[in-house]
C-alpha cells in the first residue's frame, strides 16, 4: 500500500519488529462511489482487534475513502465516504482513550474537500492543493489552535515527539505536537 512504502523510505520490504495487517480495497464495483464505506470499517475493527491482543507503540492507517470516492466527482457518495471514515475515526479514537493513547490525523493532499471546479461549475476529481489539516489528539496533549506553516517534513518529527524519542539531526522538520 502507499502507506507502508512512504513510510519505510520508498521500501516495500516491512522493517525490522514492523507487523503489517493490510486489508484489501474491495474489488466486486467497478468505481469506489458505487461502494463508498469501502474497507473502512473492516480497516477500524482489524485495528481494534488488535489493541485487544498486543501492544505496540505506532499504527499507521490509512482511511482511501475520502479521496478514492472523490475522484469518482459523484458529492453524495464522497458524503457518505466521509460520513464513513469520520465513524470509524471516532471509534479508533474511543479506543485510544481508553488506553491513553494519541492520534496524529493527517493527509497529504486533498480531494474531497472541493468536488466543483469553481470556474467550470463541472465535478472537480483531482487532488487539491488546499492545505490539508495535522491535528494530534490524546489525553495530556496541550490544547492549540489552528496555525500555518506545517509540512509534510514535520510529520516523522512529530511522530517521534510522541513516541519520546529524540529526532535525528538528519530530520530537516520540526515537530507540530504541543506536548
Do not use: W
Not at 39 to 54: C, G, K, P, Y
Not at 158 to 174: H, I, R
Amino acid at each position: 500500500s502507499p502507506v507502508d512504502f512512504f513510510f519505510n523510505r520508498g521500501k516495500g520490504t516491512p522493517c525490522r519488529d514492523e507487523q503489517r495487517a493490510l486489508v484489501a480495497s474491495p474489488r466486486d464495483v467497478p468505481t469506489y462511489d458505487k461502494k463508498p464505506e469501502m474497507s473502512a470499517v473492516a480497516v477500524t475493527d482489524r485495528l481494534l482487534a488488535e489493541l485487544e491482543q498486543q501492544s505496540f507503540d505506532v499504527a499507521i492507517l490509512n482511511f482511501a475513502n475520502c479521496d478514492m470516492v472523490g475522484h469518482t466527482g459523484d458529492f453524495a457518495a464522497t458524503v457518505q465516504a466521509v460520513e464513513t471514515v469520520d465513524r470509524s475515526l471516532g471509534r479508533v479514537l474511543s479506543a485510544l482513550d481508553t488506553r491513553h493513547g494519541a492520534a496524529i490525523i493527517i493527509a497529504d493532499h486533498g480531494n474531497a474537500d472541493q468536488m466543483i471546479d469553481y470556474e467550470t461549475g463541472e465535478p472537480h476529481t483531482y487532488h487539491t492543493m488546499h492545505p490539508v489539516p495535522f491535528i494530534v489528539y490524546g489525553a495530556g496533549l496541550e490544547k492549540a489552535s489552528v496555525r500555518s506553516g506545517g509540512a509534510l517534513c514535520d510529520v516523522a518529527p512529530s511522530v517521534l515527539a510522541l513516541l519520546g524519542v529524540a529526532q535525528p539531526a538528519e530530520m530537516t522538520g520540526t515537530s507540530l505536537v504541543g506536548l
